[in-house]
T-cell receptor
Framework: KAGVTQTPRYLIKTRGQQVTLSCSPI?????VSWYQQTPGQGLQFLFE???????NKGNFPGRFSGRQFSNSRSEMNVSTLELGDSALYLC????????????FGPGTRLTVT | GQSLEQPSEVTAVEGAIVQINCTYQ??????LSWYQQHDGGAPTFLSY??LDGLEETGRFSSFLSRSDSYGYLLLQELQMKDSASYFC???????????WGAGTKLIIKP
């Protein structure tokens, strides 16, 4: 079974631009979560989607948004990029909303200059 | 607020045993999970505790005490490849939102 895939793997953007990151979960997994990780930091929860609905949202500004499609694939969008948005963005999928085991993708490393 | 606390760094010797603690403060509790992340890699699931007690998976064990809001990950017969960051995570409310600790960097010396 293929793992979680994320595209692109690396991205360089300029302040003020917007970016869209994509995540394809493991086949059959309906829950997708997004995290931001900066060097030396833990995982900061962004949001979680299940059955195309946002179920949980972390403490991030409205510039961060996401969506989930009917095939469970998910995208997250960051508008008006700031230097502080430079981070590794991780996507994780799980079978159900209450699953205790999440499977992570390799992440997208975003650099904002 | 909801939070998890774990040591930022732990150092141990190859072949030894090390324990990484995690205390949590959440509005509810629906289980404690542990993840391992090597530098440059993605987190991978290690273990889960839903009830009090010890869960063993090979060289790794995880313990939970719900009355103390406390858990730990025990790594035995440490190998250099165990050098990584270890995160505890709790599902702490009825929305099942996963709350993460800041991670513990495990440094193993030969």
């Amino acid at each position: 079974k293929a793992g979680v895939t994320q595209t692109p793997r690396y991205l360089i953007k300029t302040r003020g631009q917007q970016v869209t990151l994509s995540c394809s979960p493991i086949s059959g997994h309906r829950s997708v979560s997004w995290y931001q990780q900066t060097p030396g930091q833990g995982l900061q929860f962004l949001f979680e989607y299940f059955s195309e609905t946002q179920r949980n949202k972390g403490n991030f500004p409205g510039r961060f948004s996401g969506r989930q499609f009917s095939n469970s694939r998910s995208e997250m969008n960051v508008s008006t990029l700031e230097l502080g948005d430079s981070a590794l963005y991780l996507c994780a999928s799980s079978l159900r909303l209450d699953s205790y085991e999440q499977y992570f993708g390799p992440g997208t490393r975003l650099t904002v200059t | 607020g909801q939070s998890l606390e774990q040591p930022s760094e732990v150092t141990a010797v190859e072949g030894a045993i090390v324990q990484i603690n995690c205390t949590y403060q959440t509005s509810g509790f629906y289980g404690l999970s542990w993840y391992q992340q090597h530098d440059g890699g993605a987190p991978t699931f290690l273990s889960y505790n839903g009830l009090d007690g010890l869960e063993e998976t090979g060289r790794f064990s995880s313990f939970l005490s719900r009355s103390d809001s406390y858990g730990y990950l025990l790594l035995q017969e440490l190998q250099m490849k165990d050098s990584a960051s270890y995160f505890c995570a709790v599902r702490g409310d009825s929305n099942y939102q996963l709350i993460w600790g800041a991670g513990t960097k495990l440094i193993i010396k030969p």
